[in-house]
């Protein structure tokens, strides 16, 4: 195995104490950052490295040339960084709202070498594991339960409570780091690359079930789960359509079209009610699709999102496929009169394939200048960060759809409001 792991105090401390929401408390009631001999500075702003938005996209997380920050979405506003003397964080990954971050060195004055995996506890100001390997690690995925490391060739899975390797998988070549993973309680799923273009492999961990799913004829360059993991939308270096898979036995369960010409798609998100899709692309417009897949009932689903469901600390989750196969419905038709779809459509065989595609319901458009990554805020709006520094929170008609309405654009390397 080409990996070493270590902690600071033993394995039985190595959660430390993930249920305090310590990034809404004031700086000066937090500890000192002791990251080897970093010292606090006054700088001018720094490089934005990296952007990640947390599982719930309460908050995100800025990876900066000198350190990092974590701001909240809604209402927006910074409410923590780490400035350092020198080094920076490529990948700074958040556990919801805990304590807890997976940090990877970064940029031209990396603070750690890039095939290093820090897992910190911000409250107690120290590592408390740490992971090396010997190439550069290229994304980083939590669960409460779950570590997961991402290198160009492999995927290793790690238990939480003790950092013990549970699982490594091989993958095709994947410099984006493409992975995730689902957040429910009752479900541990996992999708990244398989071994052959175009695949998804799909761990369903409490079911011991491994599927693979062809996606796409060409490699896949985005992919996003539900909160879940019963459904995956992923999307090909061709950028045109993304589809949606029931993730049980790779049905593909709908099909929606971002647009004609070649795109390189920035993110996926599908949203915690599961009724929307947004994407991004290097185009500059964030679209907003409907899901057409079904939920067996309003109770179900409130009970898969409730925040009851969430994994707790030190805990296993289990899966079972009672309610799991029989969550997912085949998607019906529209009955509600949007014009997502080409209204060709009854000619479908004979003209060419988009014309009876289904189109996006809301969009946006953004300068085409940097990489926008999605996130769902609430009362059907979309919230959006890109790497220039921008922070845009948009709403959207649930009727009507159409063009999106701007309600907040901030630089938040700056905190002003633009």
Avoid at 5 to 18: H, L
Avoid at 95 to 106: K, P, S
Avoid at 361 to 376: G, M, S
């Amino acid at each position: 195995m080409s990996s070493e792991v270590s902690t600071s105090q033993g394995t039985q401390n190595v959660r430390g104490n993930p249920s305090r929401n310590v990034w809404d408390q004031p700086p000066s009631a937090r500890p000192g950052f002791q990251l080897d001999s970093a010292h606090f500075v006054s700088e001018p702003e720094p490089e934005l490295l990296s952007v990640a938005w947390n599982q719930d996209f309460g908050c995100f997380a800025a990876g900066t040339s000198d350190g990092f920050r974590i701001y909240n979405s809604d209402p927006f506003k910074e409410t923590f960084r780490r400035d350092l003397k020198s080094g920076g964080f490529g990948i700074v990954e958040m556990l919801f709202r805990t304590n807890i971050l997976a940090l990877v060195g970064g940029g031209s004055d990396p603070q750690y070498p890039p095939n290093k995996v820090l897992i910190w506890d911000d409250h107690q100001s120290r590592c408390i594991g740490e992971f090396s390997f010997r190439s550069p690690v290229r994304a980083v995925r939590l669960r409460k339960d779950t570590i997961v490391i991402v290198l160009e060739h492999k995927v290793y899975v790690h238990n939480f409570s003790d950092l013990k390797l549970l699982h490594q998988i091989e993958t095709m070549s994947n410099p984006r780091g493409l992975c995730c993973l689902s957040q429910n309680v009752n479900t541990s799923v996992l999708a990244c690359p398989g071994l052959q273009v175009g695949h998804v492999r799909v761990e369903h961990f409490g079911l011991k079930v491994t599927k693979f799913i062809a996606a796409h004829d060409s490699n896949v360059a985005c992919m996003a789960l539900t909160m879940d993991g019963l459904l995956l939308a992923t999307a090909s270096m061709k950028g045109t359509l993304i589809r949606i898979f029931n993730t049980l036995d790779g049905t593909r369960l709908q099909e929606v079209r971002r647009g004609l010409d070649r795109a390189e798609i920035h993110s996926i998100t599908l949203s915690p009610n599961v009724q929307w899709l947004a994407c991004s692309s290097d185009k500059g417009t964030v679209h907003v699709f409907r899901l057409r897949v079904r939920v067996a009932s309003k109770e179900d689903l409130a009970d898969q999102h409730s925040p009851s469901s969430l994994p707790s600390p030190g805990t296993i989750a289990h899966q079972t496929s009672t309610s799991s196969v029989d969550s997912l419905l085949p998607p019906t038709p529209s009955t509600d009169g949007d014009n997502s779809s080409s209204s060709l459509s009854f000619m479908r065989g004979v003209l060419p394939k988009y014309f009876s595609s289904e189109w996006s319901f809301a969009q946006l458009y953004l300068p085409e200048v940097t990489r926008y990554i999605t996130a769902f805020g609430s009362h059907n709006s979309i919230m959006i960060v890109g790497m220039d520094g921008s922070f845009c929170k948009c709403s959207f008609d649930p009727e009507n759809g159409g063009v999106m309405t701007k309600e907040e654009e901030v630089c938040f390397l700056k905190s002003d409001k633009k």
